[in-house]
C-alpha cells in the first residue's frame, strides 16, 4: 500500500526534499533507516541506508483551499459482525446436575445481557454518519443500512429475552425439583 500525503505537507516538513522533485505532477519520496537507526525521507535513495517505504506526493491543490474538492474516497460500507448471547451458556459436565447457585448465577448474567441489549439499543436509535440521505427538499431520510443495524439490535434484544426465559425455566425446574 503506497501512502499519498501532499507535497506542501511533506515540503513543510521535510528539509531532504529538493525543489524539483516536488514540482512534478507527483514524485515519489523514500522513506529509509540508516545504518544507526535514524529516518530519512529523501527524493533519491542514500547508499547505505535501507528503504522502508515508498511515499506517491501529489503536488500541491492551487487555488482556494476553502473551494477546492478534496480527491474522492472509496467509500466501505460498515460492517457488523455479532456475537450470538447463547456462546455464554455453560454446559455442566456430563454426570452432573447444576447447583441453585450456578442456575441463580446464570439468571443474573441473563439479565445482565438483556440490560446491555436493551442498552445499546436505545443507544443505537440515534442514526451514524452515513445511514442518512438527503432529499430535494433539504431534509433527510433514514437509508436501509440504519433500518439493518436496527434489525440487528432489536434481534440482539429478542435473544437476550429468550435466553433469559430459558435460564428462569431451568433454574424454576431446579428448585420444584428439590
Not at 439493518?148 to 425455566?169: G, H, I, P, S
Request: charged residues 30%; without cysteine; hydrophobic residues 40%.
Amino acid at each position: 500500500m503506497k501512502p499519498i500525503v501532499s507535497a506542501a505537507l511533506l515540503a513543510a516538513h521535510i528539509p531532504l526534499l529538493s525543489p524539483p522533485a516536488l514540482a512534478h505532477d507527483s514524485a515519489t519520496v523514500y522513506r529509509q533507516i540508516t545504518r544507526d537507526g535514524r529516518v530519512l525521507y529523501s527524493d533519491k535513495l542514500q547508499q547505505g541506508a535501507k528503504l522502508d517505504e515508498k511515499i506517491a506526493v501529489l503536488p500541491p491543490q492551487k487555488g482556494n483551499l476553502w473551494s477546492t474538492q478534496p480527491p474522492d474516497r472509496v467509500a466501505a460500507p460498515p460492517r457488523v459482525e455479532s456475537t450470538p448471547i447463547d456462546r455464554l451458556t455453560r454446559i455442566p459436565p456430563p454426570g452432573r446436575m447444576k447447583s441453585s447457585a450456578d442456575a441463580e448465577a446464570d439468571v443474573i448474567r441473563a439479565e445482565m445481557l438483556l440490560e446491555d441489549a436493551r442498552r445499546k439499543q436505545r443507544i443505537g436509535a440515534e442514526p451514524l454518519p452515513g445511514e442518512r440521505t438527503g432529499n430535494l427538499h433539504g431534509g433527510s431520510r433514514l437509508n436501509e443500512a440504519y433500518a439493518d443495524r436496527q434489525r440487528r439490535l432489536a434481534e440482539q434484544v429478542a435473544q437476550a429475552e429468550d435466553f433469559l426465559r430459558r435460564m428462569v425455566a431451568e433454574r424454576d425446574m431446579l428448585l420444584s425439583r428439590r
